[in-house]
Every structure is written in C-alpha cells, then in structure tokens.
C-alpha cells in the first residue's frame, strides 16, 4: 500500500532547489498532512471550501503528487512531449524523429496536444507529473506561472524545444523567432516589397515572429502593417478566409505574411479565385517548408525550420541527462537554426 505521508523521494533534480512534500502542502494550507491525502486522492469526498485550499496549496508549493508505488525511484521508461496540434505537419518531423530516437534507446513517448494554449499545457502537466515521466519535452518556452512552478520542482530532466530563451526551465534545442522575423523582413524588402501585410494564428511564437517582423520593417521606415490574426489550427480554409478579410477591410497589400504553409496555401487558392497573379498582383511569404509547399502553383516561398534536428538533438539531451543522472547537469542551449526558402511566391 502507497505511504501518502511519506512519498518516494524525486530523482536528482534538474535545476536547484527541493522538491517540496506533502507535509509541505500541508503547512501551507493549514491541515493535517492525512488531509492533503484525502484530497488528493478523493477529492469528491472532502468539502469543497477545504478541497480548493489544498489545491491552491499544491501549486503554490509546486508539489507533484506521485503516482507510483515504492518502485518510483525505478526509470518509467516514459517521455512526454506536448505540441500544440497534429492538424497540419508542422511539427511532424520533430515528433517523429524524436520518437525514432527514443524508442531505439528503450523509451516510450506519451503526446498531449496543448493547442497552442498555456493553460492547456497546465492541465495536461498535472497529469503527467503524478507519472512521474523520466523526461519531458515541451513546444515553446511560454508557460503559466504554476507550470514553471511545478517543473522547476519536479526534478524531471525537461527540454523545451521550437524557441530561444535567455531563462530555459532546464534544457534548450530551438531557434530565435525574433531572428525569423527580421530575416522575412530584410529578404522581402530586398526585393523591392513595400505594402505589407501579416495573416497569422493566435499562436504566441507565430506573433512574436510577426512582431519582430513589423518592427523591422519600422526600422525601414515601412509603418502600419495591418494584421489579421485567426484562432488555431491552420488549415487551408482559414487562409482563404484571411486574405477575405484583408481585402475587405480595404488593404491592398503587395505582399502578405503568413505564420504558417498552411494559412499561405489557402491565400494562394484564395488569390486565384479572385484572379489576383501571385506574385505580380500579390506575393505570398510561407514558414516551415511544409512537403507541400515546393509543389503549389506558384511555389511557394517559406521558411526551413529542421523540425528532424530539433527531435533527435532534444532527444539525446534527455538521453544524455538520463544516462548520467548522478553527474551535475550540462548545460544545454542548441540553436537549430532556420533557412529563407526563395520559390515563385515572393
């Protein structure tokens, strides 16, 4: 039987500090450490007034709940990796590649889709925390305050990937949006663009990167560059819908920039349909060189992100991590780097 009063002692941790316990939680909202338990395990049981205080306490503390009996000290052999979607492949090529690496290492992977929301991600890590995964891998560096809370905590070896931070949680393999978007920026006004315009999701990097390109462009003198921004997830359809948008409000941009393939794709059908010519009427700017992207009518100019290197460097971090659990941690802070793809759109 499980000894909630005293739960398995966490592996070594990732980043400083100790992982709190539930008589820590139990200090902090004022009850017994049964109590915190009991609420824990049988929350329909305990008064609601009474639950919401141990819950608050859990994150405040940051107190991953575990969920393995005495052989937690023992490896899962499980790594979680949360993307945002699966809808379009733009992160297919680091899923797959990651979990080619690991699964040759004897590990298995768990997905959870977060859909491009912070709070998302939340609820999902409260699941796989109390599974005590031997890694986990995460898409961006935007998280909830109790999120970072908990994984600093947790002393689990974590790798967010797709993105440059100056403050990882732990391990880094990505790329600079900001520099994406200064690239877009600089190569589009080098070929004489001028009137811009962005469509993007609501996706926190996709508008970092539009943000930085707008910046740039201001730095060129290129000011009030309308957007339009579209809830996730991309497909074809939304970008049709977005250039319609664009044009109803009037804006007659002479190049449009787009957070995705995909929303770029369905601006292409879009600007056919209205007999607009890409790219004398109406260049179009892609990101992610989706395996697509060479083959539409006009091709279409992107941006290369290696999603493969991105998999296979987060996993042998994790590996590497896993494999020298007693060693103090190496830092890791890869930079994969991006390509400007020029094609027939822009």
């Not at 390109?213 to 560059?225: D, F, M, N, P, Y």
Request: aromatic share 4%; hydrophobic share 40%.
């Amino acid at each position: 039987m499980r000894d909630h009063n005293h739960p398995p002692l966490p592996r070594r941790a990732a980043s400083p500090g100790k992982a709190p316990t539930l008589a820590d939680v139990a200090k902090v909202a004022g009850v017994s450490p049964i109590t915190v338990s009991r609420t824990l395990n049988q929350p329909e049981i305990v008064r609601p007034a009474l639950r919401e205080k141990v819950f608050r306490a859990v994150h405040k503390t940051g107190y991953v709940p575990a969920m393995l009996t005495g052989a937690a000290e023992q490896r899962s052999r499980l790594i979680s990796l949360l993307v945002p979607t699966i809808a379009n492949s733009i992160f297919s090529d680091t899923v797959q590649a990651l979990i080619d690496t690991l699964t040759e290492a004897g590990h298995e992977t768990l997905i959870g889709l977060t859909n491009y929301s912070a709070e998302r991600e939340e609820q999902l890590l409260d699941a796989i925390l109390r599974r005590r995964p031997d890694g986990i891998v995460l898409t961006g560096t935007l998280h909830t305050k109790a999120s970072r809370t908990r994984l600093s905590r947790s002393g689990i070896p974590i790798v967010e990937s797709w993105d440059l931070a100056p403050k990882p949680l732990d391990m880094l393999v990505g790329f600079s949006h900001e520099a994406v978007g200064v690239a877009i920026a600089r190569y589009l006004t080098g070929k004489g663009y001028r009137r811009f315009a962005v469509v993007t999701l609501d996706d926190p990097r996709g508008l970092r990167r539009c943000d930085s390109l707008i910046s740039e462009l201001a730095s060129q003198g290129i000011a009030g560059v309308p957007r339009v921004v579209l809830p996730p997830p991309a497909t074809v359809n939304l970008g049709r819908d977005g250039l319609q948008r664009l044009l109803a409000s009037g804006e007659r941009p002479d190049v449009v920039v787009c957070s995705s393939d995909t929303l770029a794709h369905g601006i292409l059908e879009e600007a056919t349909e209205l007999g607009l010519r890409v790219p004398d009427d109406l260049a179009v700017m892609g990101f992610g060189d989706l395996s697509t992207a060479a083959h539409l009518h006009p091709s279409l100019s992107t941006v290369c992100i290696n999603g493969a290197d991105i998999g296979i460097q987060a996993a042998r971090a994790l590996l590497q991590r896993l494999e020298h659990p007693n060693e103090e941690p190496v830092k890791v802070h890869i930079d994969t780097g991006f390509t400007l793809v020029e094609r027939q759109s822009a």
